[in-house]
């Protein structure tokens, strides 16, 4: 039995999928053998590579001039290779907008290529925001201006891009990508780990501009170096094959079944609107940590009055199998992640919840 | 309809294996969601890591002394990671044994990151054997002694350990690790990227010894330093959460199934016997490519007369439902790779196609 499994990833996979999955693992059609089974290099996976590189750029409008690629390492390694890529070599140094946990972890890595500058830090706010293009400037010798367009742990988000002076916009996008159209030309560099909205756990999307990809030198690490990606079309070496033909997958089921990026996006501003709703009607039963206008749309992040309820919740939470709804150890209370594939029916279900456990147990 | 797949990799799984992975896709049980979904701190993950661990230590009798490690970016990555630990900052240089084209990769990473001396490099002999421990030294300044005990593409394989000197004997497995007994503490460290005995592409296992998870500079990209990964137990980011369940699916059934890795090794013997008897009893139509004493337990590699039986060999072999047969597109001709889930029945096939086509294509 399946529980409503709010994870902040791994992550609830659309249904659809999983089964599709299930029916074909142990042949896929026409392979004779498993997916997981196939070698990178024959016909059926190459289809499966094709396929998931023209869904994302279908999905996203990705415009000519960038190439998609599927690595592994997760957005840690990112975090390590988009400096020793982008920022090595360059005259000025990269700018790193600080909203929350995995910005300053992406810092600190880049920090240990080059010269960084931190134009705006949320440090002073707790991480409850993002910043106004008003509130920091880039100067104009900027490598890159580097940002993370969803902290799941802070639970704050970017709802348009920020301001990057006329510097390669970088985006950690791990935790918000594919929940909403994006205008990709005004990224040098998109990435995002799979295993939140696009795929398991075990694969990460990268994104990035021609220039861009020539800017790493020939010395790199050659698993670090983007170029040696583009040049072997994400088979430098044998990519994760089984994570890629998921990705796939969940790229078919957002074109065919959502509709696309623009119906995807609906359905998850109303998912995030029946919680936020009860957080904001439950007279400060649920504290919820972002600023309204920062909040997002995919990680709820809300706290109880007191440790004894929240251990409460949890155990009611979990009777009615909604699962997974612990905040990350580092914060505490509770966070609701509701990716893409969350159906709606979970969000009610969570939404009743919380309104019938706030009734019960206010003072 | 399933085929017999003898791809180099990622390569032919335990249908058993890919039975159970099929029956719990939707819903792992007690996990109420399926594994691809499941966060990598909650309890059934934990437990699905614990157990790949404890079962690799006992398929292999790793000692105490020696971590187990589930990372990302294959066998090219740790072409980089290995130098970057334990080669940067020590005094002496490294020593690689060259016996094929993954050594040689492995060998074109190092010399970035320090001194690197070669002892012993099959080049004169096109590849086709390894050495013997009489035909190279390694000087007492030795940072490490590395070498790839099966190369793939050359269908070369050490049998035992080659001599290392006093220093550590660090290995690439990648394509016959879980394939006979090992002795671990004959080895600095052990890798083995999985798509071919042990799971699927995505996973690379490593086994090193306390004392070089030490040699790690700090100022290493965070995702790079072994240290990082021995702290957060393989938690260090998320983890490739599928295929660590698949390889501790293979891991139990090499343990219960197959009984071991004795009983594997006394399998894996017999069926590459029953191949290169087909190349040696065949008067010269099939030529194999290493010498007989180096020929590898997992590759069979093998050239027909000509290019035009070559074609028709394949086309014949696809026909009963044999399929990829072909070597390396380096170096062309066939490779049947025989990993521990090749059924026997497979190569008795293969076998049985090979005299067939012999007996009616021979001059």
């Given at each position: 039995m399946r529980d409503y499994n709010f994870s902040a990833g791994p992550a609830v996979l659309p249904l659809p999928v999983l089964e599709r999955a299930q029916a074909e693992m142990l042949c896929l059609p026409g392979a004779g053998a498993s997916v997981l089974e196939?070698?990178?290099?024959?016909k059926p996976f190459m289809a499966i590579l094709e396929s998931a590189k023209q869904n994302l750029k279908e999905l996203l409008g990705i415009p000519d001039g960038y190439q998609t690629l599927f690595l592994q390492g997760g957005s840690r390694l990112q975090f390590s290779m988009v400096p020793m890529n982008?920022?090595?070599?360059?005259?000025g140094p990269a700018d790193y907008l600080l909203t929350g946990a995995w910005g300053k972890a992406a810092y600190a890595e880049a920090v240990k290529e080059g010269e960084v500058r931190v134009p705006w830090d949320g440090k002073q706010f707790s991480y409850d925001r993002t910043p106004a293009d008003s509130d920091y400037s880039i100067g104009s010798d900027s490598a890159y201006v580097y940002f993370t367009s969803n902290e799941t742990i802070e639970?704050?988000?970017?709802?348009e891009e920020p301001a990057a002076g006329g510097a390669p916009l970088i985006c950690d996008?791990?935790?918000?990508?594919?929940?909403r159209p994006l205008d990709?030309?005004?990224?040098?560099m998109i990435y995002a780990?799979?295993?939140?909205?696009?795929?398991?756990?075990?694969v990460t999307i990268v994104i990035i501009r021609d220039d861009l990809v020539?800017?790493?030198?020939?010395?790199?690490?050659g698993y670090l170096n983007y170029k040696n990606h583009v040049d072997g079309d994400s088979m430098y070496n044998t990519p994760p094959t089984f994570a890629i033909y998921l990705v796939d997958l969940i790229a078919q089921w957002l074109l065919?079944?959502?509709?696309g990026l623009d119906a995807m996006y609906k359905t998850n501003q109303e998912k995030a609107k029946m919680l936020y709703d009860v957080i904001d009607g439950s007279n400060g039963f649920y504290q919820g940590h972002a600023q309204r206008e920062c909040r997002s749309v995919m990680n709820v992040t809300f706290r109880l009055p007191n440790e004894e309820l929240e251990k409460k919740f949890n155990a009611e939470a979990s009777q009615q199998r909604?699962?997974?709804?612990?905040?990350h150890r580092s914060v505490g209370g509770f966070r609701a992640?509701?990716?893409?594939?969350?159906p709606r029916e979970g969000v009610v279900a969570l939404r009743d919840f919380m309104q019938d456990f706030a009734k019960q147990n206010q003072a």
């Open positions: 196939i070698s990178h290099r024959g982008l920022l090595r070599g360059q005259t639970g704050v988000q970017f709802h996008a791990s935790s918000d990508f594919l929940h990709i030309s005004r990224y040098g780990c799979a295993q939140k909205n696009a795929g398991p756990a075990g020539e800017r790493g030198a020939k010395s790199l690490p065919k079944d959502i509709g909604l699962t997974s709804l612990k905040g992640s509701i990716y893409n594939a969350m």
